[in-house]
């Protein structure tokens, strides 16, 4: 073990955080997305600590799964019934002699106990830096203290503890509520950050009383305690006050992740990313970002996501867990579990959902959803469609409006479309369907069966028209107006041309059989001559204004 390795770090985490309000735990709650617990487990972990302690108690099965989850190197000790930060160092303390003991049982016949620096430290501090904590134990260490304490000087000490000097020396520490008035002027105010020689604590805490207003155990009396032993008793003072701030409620919780994030932010800047607007630009710390990568404001990246060199994220977009790669481009979009690669562009308003991967210089377009699905290279799904369960080919283009029907309501299934395919607007793919290679589909088609390469598919029947519908059956609407204007002045309806007319009924009763029909509309339907029309060219519509030829 290094001279600057501590033999424990412990964090503590048993305290209830009355006045977060909540019924997640404090030390759980979140600051660019990571629980005040985990940016205080990831600076410990840092020191290279031969054990690391949590101390809980409050919500102790949700805080000690946690940890573990976070690191699963962490010993969990669970603090008794009596309160106070000393008694719970005093608990952390019993069982890391109990581990050195253990790990040496076989050898040793005498008693062994943790020996070397021990960190204490608390666990809702999150901009607390394992550089910091470096910097302490090393002047511990160098100076051979028994006690090194972290204090801060601030202009609003309310509610800390002060720290006492006497000639520069530090005696003590007092409560905010123990204190008498003279001693609550004192600025300098204890961080709750500490490195104790393990003896030292292990001895003064056999003697701290519960002797103080909350009547707890404090672990702030072994300050005293060592320094009326006439050992070595000594400060360090961070300047930066924010970096060692607890967050005691959801205003400071608020606070300190603007901060964090700033800082965040500041650094990427540093590294060569662009932050058109940093207060409307939030950035996990997990996250990581290349050069040239420029944010738009509006932008939230959360989680493990990774953006490639020269990509553009934002305006007004959300991605968790998403790999975004070079040169990309992002535009208000929201995304989870995804990944853009090269080149590609997403947005505006895309949808990706787990699983949604698009290839080097493939567009997923607007009102776009993509959910477990593989676009390939060059592919393109331009607008209003829902991709689910799919893979589609390089180069290939979806049309507009089309669905991966991948749901039978029972199972989900995959459509796989292959590579160059050209698929008309309003497709939907009932899966599990195959597009072939370089196939084609008609517009409104619905893929129910294989299409075999280079085919085209084309569904749906003959489209039927029926002149003068409106005119007849909607007599006297705008829509019967504007017919009869664009027809020249035919707007008359005329009695015999219903009786040609096989859908004399209103189309919604179509299909609803004839006991649906009015009498009169049964007698039409009787008298109908089924007509076999030619569809209209709907790009000419002077042919119809002109002639009577389908009649
Ligand atoms: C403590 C310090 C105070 C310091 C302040 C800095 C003491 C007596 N006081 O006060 O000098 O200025 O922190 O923020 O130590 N905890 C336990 N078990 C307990 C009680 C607390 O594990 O029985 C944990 C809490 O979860 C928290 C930390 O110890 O992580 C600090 O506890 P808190 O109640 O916030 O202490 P303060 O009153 O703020
Ligand atoms: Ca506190």
């Given at each position: 073990m290094s001279l600057t390795q501590p033999a424990a770090v412990v964090v503590l985490a048993a305290g209830e955080g009355t006045r977060m309000k909540s019924r997640t735990p404090k030390v759980l709650h979140e600051i660019g997305g990571r629980s005040l617990l985990g940016h205080a487990l990831r600076a410990a972990r840092a020191l290279g600590p031969a054990r690391l302690a949590v101390v809980v108690r409050h919500e102790r099965d949700a805080v000690a799964a946690h940890a573990t989850a976070l690191d699963d190197g962490v010993t969990i000790v669970d603090q008794d019934a009596i309160p106070g930060t000393g008694r719970a160092v005093q608990c952390a303390l019993t069982?890391?002699?109990?581990?050195?003991?253990?790990?040496?049982?076989?050898a040793v016949a005498t008693e062994t106990w943790l020996i070397g620096p021990v960190v204490v430290m608390a666990g809702d501090t999150p901009l607390l830096d394992a550089g910091t904590l470096a910097e302490l134990l090393r002047a511990h260490t160098?100076?051979?203290?028994?006690v090194t304490v972290l204090t801060t000087t601030v202009d609003e000490p309310h509610g800390y503890g002060r720290i006492l000097r006497e000639g520069g020396a530090v005696v003590g520490v007092v409560e905010e509520r123990d204190a008498t008035a003279e001693q609550r002027l004192i600025r300098e105010i204890n961080t709750s950050t500490y490195v104790f020689d393990a003896a030292v604590l292990r001895d003064a805490l056999g003697s701290v009383g519960q002797d103080n207003d909350q009547g707890e155990v404090y672990l702030t009396d072994v300050v005293a305690l060592a320094h009326r032993r006439g050992l070595p008793v000594r400060a360090i003072s961070v300047e930066d006050s924010l970096l060692v701030e607890g967050v005691n409620d959801r205003v400071q919780l608020a606070a300190l992740g603007a901060e964090l994030n700033r800082r965040t932010?500041?650094?990427?800047?540093?590294?060569?990313?662009?932050?058109?607007?940093?207060?409307?630009?939030?950035?996990?710390?997990?996250?990581?970002?290349?050069?040239?990568?420029?944010l738009l404001p509006g932008t939230q990246l959360h989680g493990r996501t990774r953006v490639g060199e020269g990509a553009t994220i934002g305006p007004d977009t959300t991605l968790r867990d998403v790999v975004v790669g070079a040169g990309a481009t992002v535009i208000r979009t929201h995304g989870s579990e995804?990944?853009?690669?090269?080149?590609s562009t997403t947005g505006p308003f895309a949808y990706l959902r787990p699983g949604a991967h698009l290839g080097q210089q493939g567009k997923i377009g607007t009102f776009v959803e993509v959910k477990n699905a593989n676009i390939g290279a060059g592919a393109k799904v331009p607008h209003l469609t829902y991709v689910g369960d799919a893979d589609i080919g390089e180069g290939t283009n979806i049309g507009a409006s089309s669905v991966f029907v991948n749901y039978d309501g029972v199972a989900k299934h995959r459509t796989r479309i292959g590579a160059h395919a050209r698929t008309g607007s309003d497709n939907m793919?009932?899966?599990?369907?195959?597009?072939?290679?370089?196939?084609?589909?008609?517009?409104g088609t619905t893929v129910r069966e294989d299409v075999p390469p280079g085919a085209l598919?084309?569904?749906g029947g003959p489209q039927r028209t029926i002149d003068g519908w409106v005119l007849r059956r909607r007599?006297?609407?705008?829509?019967?107006?504007?017919?009869?204007?664009a027809l020249g002045g035919a707007a008359e309806p005329d009695a015999a041309e219903d009786a040609s007319d096989p859908e004399a009924a209103d189309p919604g009763a179509a299909g609803t059989g004839a006991a649906a029909l009015s009498p009169q509309a049964r007698a039409e339907r009787a008298r109908a001559v089924p007509a076999s029309r030619t569809p209209?060219?709907?790009?000419?519509?002077?042919?119809?204004?002109?002639?009577?030829?389908?009649?």
């Open positions: 069982a890391l002699d109990a581990a050195a003991r253990g790990a040496t049982a076989a160098a100076d051979a203290n028994a932010l500041k650094q990427w800047m540093r590294d060569g990313v662009s932050v058109v607007d940093p207060s409307a630009t939030w950035v996990d710390v997990d996250v990581e970002l290349a050069r040239d990568v420029t995804a990944e853009l690669e090269a080149g793919f009932v899966a599990p369907v195959t597009v072939g290679d370089g196939a084609y589909t008609g517009a598919a084309v569904s007599p006297g609407t705008a829509a019967a107006e504007a017919a009869a204007r209209r060219d709907h790009q000419v519509p002077g042919a119809t204004a002109e002639g009577d030829s389908n009649r």
